[in-house]
């Protein structure tokens, strides 16, 4: 089957470095994304990796391994605002399919000052 | 730029009763989809589009009804209400050919049905 583990909850200082990780086994891969997502809100686009590496946006980064499955999202210097969901997205490849995405449920990122 | 408009914000119906979702993006975007958000359960697609003219069912369609006369316009159809359906729904466009672009997701729709 397709799935994507994504940890429930987690918690950081104001002003602190957070990594939150995603792994992944889909049928086929064309890219993954990360989303941000507020209490009420919809879902904002983040970043994109489709090659192995670090991709670098200002205080987010996101990092991609397609042979481990793996991939990190990484807030620097962590703000007050930074509390939200962190949806984790990945691109599979299927015939007809090409652009639907399989969903991550979340990480729930709590800044505590 | 108004991106993905969703109406209405907040809609409450009682079961069996039919209504229309309205999304429109002004950014001319080819590929236009439905999903819903349940608690514990992430996104879930409903229908998508790759372009005017064109749709194709996700994975929780039944229930539901699209067409895509326009590029602009992917209203969602709710056929005869169930408790079952309610939840948050969002419309998402994507540009075609720019996979890095991402989607820009609509405000969403909070629906109760009773």
């Known amino acids: 089957g397709q799935n994507i583990d994504q940890p429930t909850e987690m918690t950081a200082t104001e002003g602190a470095i957070v990594q939150i990780n995603c792994t992944y086994q889909t049928s086929g891969f064309n890219g993954l994304f990360w989303y941000q997502q507020h209490a009420g809100e919809a879902p904002t686009f983040l970043s994109y990796n489709v090659l192995d590496g670090l991709e670098e946006k200002g205080r987010f980064s996101s990092f991609l391994s397609r042979s481990k499955g793996y991939s990190y999202l990484l807030l620097k210097e962590l703000q007050m605002k930074d509390s939200a969901s962190y949806l984790c997205a990945v691109k599979g490849v299927a015939a007809g399919n090409n652009r639907k995405l399989i969903w991550g449920l979340g990480t729930s990122l709590a800044v505590n000052p | 730029n108004a991106g993905v408009t969703q109406t209405p914000k907040f809609q409450v119906l009682k079961t069996g009763q039919s209504m229309t979702l309205q999304c429109a993006q002004d950014?001319?975007?080819?590929?236009m989809s439905w999903y819903r958000q349940d608690p514990g359960m992430g996104l879930r697609l409903i229908h998508y589009s790759v372009g005017a003219g064109i749709t194709d069912q996700g994975e929780v369609p039944n229930g539901y009804n699209v067409s895509r006369s326009t590029t602009e316009d992917f209203p969602l159809r709710l056929l005869s209400a169930a408790p079952s359906q309610t939840s948050v729904y969002f419309c998402?466009?994507?540009?075609?050919?720019?996979?890095?672009?991402?989607?820009?997701f609509g405000s969403g729709t909070r629906l109760t049905v009773v």
């Open positions: 998402a466009s994507s540009p075609g050919g720019r996979p890095n672009y991402g989607y820009t």
């Open positions: 950014m001319n975007h080819e590929y």
